[in-house]
């Protein structure tokens, strides 16, 4: 199969599959998954699928035209892409949170159910894996999306930095997803009926 053909075959999969690891694809179309890799670049750089942890998932603008969910699954805020949060599920659905802070949120609420949720790197605006990313909280900078904020970055490096020059402090995932639920207890009791 030509590296066209192959392209093409790729967008289609993905398109059916919302996200498909690239050991699928690289099974599926039966080459390497360096081929693969290869294959999947151009479709990253022009924006049709999105990196995730060992996989791709077709982006927002692509799955916008076939699901309305541009509201966030917590707080039904605007999607706004610059912050979202999204938790794939076992089920291959795709829940999108307004930010970090609901993600973490919705991320407590589902346990296990989620396989992987990726975020942008709030620095880079890449896209990464939420397990891996370190959150800051309680910086200076506002955002204007929920509190308490929660901002994400790939590098601790960068977070550590974030918040030498900003304030704040940064948290690994699983202290996050703590903290930001606590935080966001203590601040607003009322909203604990609501959720
Ligand atoms: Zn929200
Ligand atoms: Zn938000």
Redesign the pocket.
């Known amino acids: 199969m030509l590296p066209l053909e192959r392209q093409k075959r790729i967008k289609e999969l993905i398109k059916r599959n919302q996200t498909m690891k690239i050991s699928e694809l690289s099974n599926e179309l039966n080459v390497s998954e360096m081929t693969i890799h290869r294959d999947i670049k151009p479709l990253i750089d022009e924006g049709f699928v999105m990196k995730t942890f060992g996989g791709v998932t077709l982006a927002n603008n692509e799955k916008s035209e076939h699901h309305h969910s541009t509201q ?1 699954i917590i ?1 039904s ?1 605007e999607i706004n892409e610059r ?1 979202a949060y999204r938790l794939i599920l076992a089920n291959n659905k795709i829940e999108v949170a ?2 970090a ?2 993600g973490l949120l919705r991320q407590r609420q589902l346990g296990e159910s989620v396989i992987q949720a990726i975020c942008p790197d709030f620095l880079k605006q890449t896209t990464i894996s939420a397990s891996l990313a370190w959150f800051v909280m309680d910086t200076s900078i506002h955002m204007g ?2 509190h308490p904020q929660v901002l994400t970055f790939e590098w601790k490096e960068h977070a550590d930095k974030f918040v030498k020059g900003f304030g704040g402090e940064v948290f690994s995932f699983n202290k996050a997803i703590e903290i930001n639920f606590l935080k966001w207890n203590e601040h607003s009791p009322c909203h604990k009926e609501h959720h």
């Open positions: 966030c707080c805020r912050l307004c930010c802070h609901c999306c929920c």
